[in-house]
């Protein structure tokens, strides 16, 4: 079994800065993709920025140039580090991994998913 846990959501004003966290535990081989969503109340959930087992990167357009995703592969933990957020960015916030488990018989991939974190953006 896989978990993974999220913290650092939070209300924050315009302009303002938050750090994502989101620690993966359990049975755990290695972990490839590794990327963070939201959703708002209303609206499909999103892609918001992904990163590689071995560092690549890529972003939604909407937050290119303010947020910044990254990993610690010894920590089995990405980051998202967003800054300049806007009132748009509110949307609670779900990391996702690509985990690699071991069976008995062969190793398998599956998609893990957070519990979501609550991220506001007000004055």
């Known amino acids: 079994q896989v978990q993974l846990v999220e913290s650092g959501g939070g209300l924050v004003q315009p302009g303002g800065s938050l750090r994502l966290s989101c620690a993966a535990s359990?049975?755990?081989?290695?972990?490839?993709?590794m990327g963070w969503y939201r959703q708002a109340p209303g609206k499909q959930r999103e892609l918001v920025a992904a990163?590689?087992?071995?560092?690549?990167?890529h972003y939604a357009d909407s937050v290119k140039g303010r947020f910044t995703i990254s990993r610690d592969n010894a920590k089995n933990t990405v980051y998202l580090q967003m800054n300049s957020l806007k009132p748009e960015d509110t949307a609670v916030y779900y990391c996702?991994?690509?985990?690699?488990?071991?069976?008995?018989?062969?190793?398998?991939?599956?998609?893990?998913w957070g519990q979501g974190t609550q991220v506001t953006v007000s004055s």
């Open positions: 996702k991994a690509v985990v690699v488990v071991v069976g008995q018989w062969r190793k398998s991939e599956y998609d893990y």
């Open positions: 990163i590689t087992s071995g560092g690549s990167t």
């Open positions: 359990g049975s755990i081989f290695s972990i490839n993709d």
